[in-house]
């Protein structure tokens, strides 16, 4: 499963990246994950099974959503401020169909 976050530079989602490949190992996941800003999502995050946004640029969804053609997420300001992997990983799979 392929799984790309965007933020506004690619900066402030590599934390939660890390936090959510931490959680992925601890649950034997094998998930690619992907840090993208708003400059460089198009066309890397094109072949993601999910793409989430972080919370600061959520009203960006339907631009994104047109520009990739399909569903995506905003991750909530809670999850997102307290890293919360579990909850983050189940939106991406929610939003993938798994």
Same mark, same amino acid.
């Given at each position: ?27 034997n ?16 995050? &094109? ?5 989430? @946004? !972080?919370?600061? =640029? %959520?009203?960006? &969804? ?5 520009? @990739? !053609?399909?569903? =995506? %997420? ?10 919360n ?14």
């Amino acid at each position: 499963m392929k799984i790309a976050l965007i933020c506004t530079g690619g900066l402030s989602t590599n934390w939660i990246l890390n936090k959510l490949r931490d959680y992925a190992q601890s649950q034997n996941q094998t998930i690619d994950f992907k840090a993208y800003g708003l400059t460089d999502y198009f066309p890397n995050a &094109q072949d993601a099974d999910a793409v989430l @946004l !972080g919370p600061q =640029i %959520g009203y960006y &969804q339907k631009d994104i959503e047109s520009r @990739l !053609g399909r569903k =995506i %997420g905003v991750i909530s300001s809670n999850d997102y401020a307290t890293a919360n992997a579990e909850h983050i990983l189940n939106q991406a799979f929610t939003l993938a169909g798994k």
